[in-house]
């Protein structure tokens, strides 16, 4: 890592209306450097960044690239200076090809235009070398949410940039994929581009980056060397008070005695990704579904939830079979599902809090076809209050809310419900350290309300804190069932393994 100052920010102030955004922040990256940029939802992260890239004026301080001071007015400005950004919520164009959205605004020319044969090549080249195989000249939305998000990557660091902003880079990858991020960006590293990365995965910030910055509220809390930090000091620091409850696992014994079964899939198969899934879940238990991306875990939810009737084996919820032809079927037998991605498939971002919480239970609440307002009321207060979402009131849009506040509003709409089992999938995607916390302790609630719940998350530690029981799966099917004390991330780790190993030999035989 070079001792050259690459970017400094000095005395950053932002103010919005009623919010001090960024209270006089110093913040600097040198070339060859992967800096971390740690915090909670709030915290100032992404202003910074916004000020950085031109999306916001700053109110005061200055902004130094290379030593020279810079004023961006705009992304535009600030990418051809070479500030890259990669945004967790990919921002390509779906009806453009691979290559296309790879070299968007710098594509190769010849004398008739553009020259599609060298444009094509190279960014076939560009993503083998990042261990993508895909079609460059398909349309990007045939691509899946993952490889999309490694052509983002792709377009950011083939773009000639000095520094690159990665915000969430790893929330669509499994961890092959973020092995191959890793790898690239250790060149990038070693070619002398700074990095800035922006990670609610702990472990992936002592394992790739040098230096973190740590903002509070607005405010600069510290700057430190990675190796000179413990993860609890790390976590610390960020919520500003003791991690220890934050990082120790929280679920205790499942007693199955006398515990109905409310979910029971057998042999479970369809086209697409499942070959013969089996998993269970009793009241009150919470049971991990592990597995890689494309492993067939969310496959499995969107069955279970009558997302996708077209497959084979058999289904009980509560003792009786059933094959739903839609999620209103599965609701109204005592499913819940809290999907992948909340922006898409959860949250109806231009309606309030109130609305998005009530919106499954809005027949239950209203007579001949009128809504009973006051019943309503009362039920948002309460889980506003019972999960502590930080909202200025039921109306706010809920587009507005932190990530973590649309994930406990989503818990929410489902707790209204009453129901028997919810599946839960990655619900602290994207969510910070302390909003993750909260949210895990509302699952061990939940299932002490002896509610079940079936918990998909890629995140392996969040398994072992949280689960009485993990089912793992690959490519479709079950190759490991952890229980208690045996679960841990060596176990489930080396049960993907050794079902890759069972299905090589099972395709050489």
Same mark, same amino acid.
């Given at each position: 890592?070079?001792?050259?100052?690459?970017?400094?920010?000095?005395?950053?102030?932002?103010?919005?209306?009623?919010?001090?955004?960024?209270?006089? %922040?110093?913040?600097?990256?040198?070339?060859?450097?992967?800096?971390?940029?740690?915090?909670?939802?709030?915290?100032?992260?992404?202003?910074?960044?916004?000020?950085?890239?031109?999306?916001?004026?700053?109110?005061?301080?200055?902004?130094?690239?290379?030593?020279?001071?810079?004023?961006?007015?705009?992304?535009?400005?600030?990418?051809?200076?070479?500030?890259?950004?990669?945004?967790?919520?990919?921002?390509?164009?779906?009806?453009?090809?691979?290559?296309? #959205?790879?070299?968007?605004?710098?594509?190769?020319?010849?004398?008739?235009?553009?020259?599609?044969?060298?444009?094509?090549?190279?960014?076939?080249?560009?993503?083998? =070398?990042?261990?993508?195989?895909?079609?460059?000249?398909?349309?990007?939305?045939?691509?899946?949410?993952?490889?999309?998000?490694?052509?983002?990557?792709?377009?950011?660091?083939?773009?000639?940039?000095?520094?690159? %902003?990665?915000?969430?880079?790893?929330?669509?990858?499994?961890?092959?994929?973020?092995?191959?991020?890793?790898?690239? @960006?250790?060149?990038?590293?070693?070619?002398?581009?700074?990095?800035?990365?922006?990670?609610?995965?702990?472990?992936?910030?002592?394992?790739?980056?040098?230096?973190?910055?740590?903002?509070?509220?607005?405010?600069?809390? =510290?700057?430190?060397?990675?190796?000179?930090?413990?993860?609890?000091?790390?976590?610390?620091?960020?919520?500003?008070?003791?991690?220890?409850?934050?990082?120790?696992?929280?679920? *205790?014994?499942?007693?199955?005695?006398?515990?109905?079964?409310?979910?029971?899939?057998?042999?479970?198969?369809?086209?697409?990704?499942?070959?013969?899934? $089996?998993?269970?879940?009793?009241?009150?238990?919470?049971?991990?579904?592990?597995?890689?991306? *494309?492993?067939?875990?969310?496959?499995?939810?969107?069955?279970?939830?009558?997302?996708?009737?077209?497959?084979?084996?058999?289904?009980?919820?509560? *003792?009786?079979?059933?094959?739903?032809?839609?999620?209103?079927?599965?609701?109204?037998?005592?499913?819940?599902?809290?999907?992948?991605?909340?922006?898409?498939?959860?949250?109806?971002?231009? @309606?309030?809090?109130?609305? $998005? @919480?009530?919106?499954?239970?809005?027949?239950?609440?209203?007579?001949?076809?009128?809504?009973?307002?006051?019943?309503?009321?009362?039920?948002?207060?309460?889980?506003?209050?019972?999960? $502590?979402?930080?909202?200025?009131?039921?109306?706010?849009?809920?587009?507005?809310?932190?990530?973590? #506040?649309?994930?406990? %509003?989503?818990?929410?709409?489902?707790?209204?419900?009453?129901?028997?089992?919810?599946?839960?999938?990655?619900?602290?995607?994207?969510?910070?350290?302390?909003?993750?916390?909260?949210?895990?302790?509302?699952?061990?609630?939940?299932?002490?309300?002896?509610?079940?719940?079936?918990?998909?998350?890629?995140?392996?530690?969040?398994?072992?804190?949280?689960?009485?029981?993990? %089912?793992?799966?690959?490519?479709?099917?079950?190759?490991?069932?952890?229980?208690?004390?045996?679960?841990?991330?060596? #176990?489930?780790?080396?049960?993907?393994?050794?079902?890759?190993?069972?299905?090589?030999?099972?395709?050489? *035989?």
């Amino acid at each position: 890592m070079s001792e050259r100052v690459l970017l400094e920010m000095r005395q950053i102030d932002k103010r919005f209306p009623g919010v001090h955004a960024l209270d006089h %922040v110093d913040f600097k990256v040198r070339a060859g450097e992967i800096h971390a940029l740690m915090g909670e939802n709030g915290a100032g992260k992404s202003t910074l960044m916004k000020v950085l890239t031109g999306l916001y004026a700053k109110d005061s301080g200055e902004i130094l690239l290379d030593g020279k001071p810079v004023s961006f007015h705009s992304p535009l400005e600030s990418q051809r200076a070479g500030v890259s950004t990669i945004y967790q919520e990919i921002n390509l164009i779906p009806y453009l090809s691979v290559a296309e #959205n790879i070299f968007l605004g710098r594509q190769p020319l010849n004398r008739t235009g553009i020259d599609w044969r060298a444009m094509e090549a190279r960014a076939g080249k560009i993503l083998a =070398e990042m261990g993508v195989d895909v079609d460059v000249t398909q349309e990007l939305r045939r691509c899946g949410t993952a490889i999309q998000q490694m052509i983002a990557i792709a377009r950011a660091i083939f773009s000639d940039a000095r520094l690159v %902003v990665m915000d969430e880079p790893t929330s669509s990858l499994d961890e092959k994929e973020t092995a191959v991020l890793f790898q690239q @960006m250790r060149r990038l590293k070693e070619q002398g581009l700074a990095i800035i990365f922006i990670s609610h995965r702990l472990d992936e910030i002592f394992e790739i980056c040098d230096t973190v910055t740590i903002l509070k509220d607005g405010k600069l809390v =510290e700057e430190r060397p990675v190796e000179r930090l413990t993860k609890l000091e790390l976590v610390s620091k960020m919520i500003g008070r003791d991690a220890s409850d934050v990082l120790r696992r929280k679920n *205790g014994g499942y007693d199955a005695a006398g515990k109905r079964t409310v979910l029971e899939a057998r042999n479970v198969a369809n086209e697409v990704k499942l070959r013969g899934i $089996n998993v269970t879940v009793r009241a009150g238990e919470v049971v991990g579904l592990a597995g890689l991306l *494309g492993s067939g875990r969310t496959e499995f939810a969107r069955v279970a939830f009558g997302q996708d009737g077209d497959y084979t084996g058999e289904l009980e919820i509560n *003792g009786q079979p059933v094959r739903f032809k839609s999620p209103r079927g599965a609701i109204d037998r005592g499913l819940a599902y809290c999907a992948e991605d909340r922006k898409v498939e959860g949250i109806f971002p231009h @309606m309030s809090v109130r609305e $998005n @919480m009530t919106i499954a239970i809005l027949p239950k609440i209203s007579r001949f076809g009128i809504l009973n307002a006051k019943k309503q009321d009362e039920i948002v207060e309460r889980y506003i209050r019972s999960l $502590n979402i930080k909202t200025p009131g039921a109306g706010q849009q809920i587009h507005n809310l932190s990530g973590g #506040n649309q994930q406990k %509003v989503l818990l929410a709409r489902w707790l209204c419900m009453e129901p028997d089992l919810i599946i839960l999938d990655e619900p602290t995607r994207g969510i910070d350290v302390g909003a993750k916390s909260e949210i895990e302790s509302l699952i061990q609630e939940i299932a002490g309300r002896g509610i079940g719940v079936l918990l998909i998350s890629s995140e392996l530690e969040e398994l072992v804190r949280n689960c009485h029981r993990v %089912v793992v799966i690959r490519d479709g099917r079950n190759v490991g069932d952890l229980e208690g004390g045996s679960i841990s991330e060596e #176990n489930i780790m080396e049960r993907i393994a050794q079902g890759a190993a069972k299905e090589e030999g099972h395709e050489n *035989g």
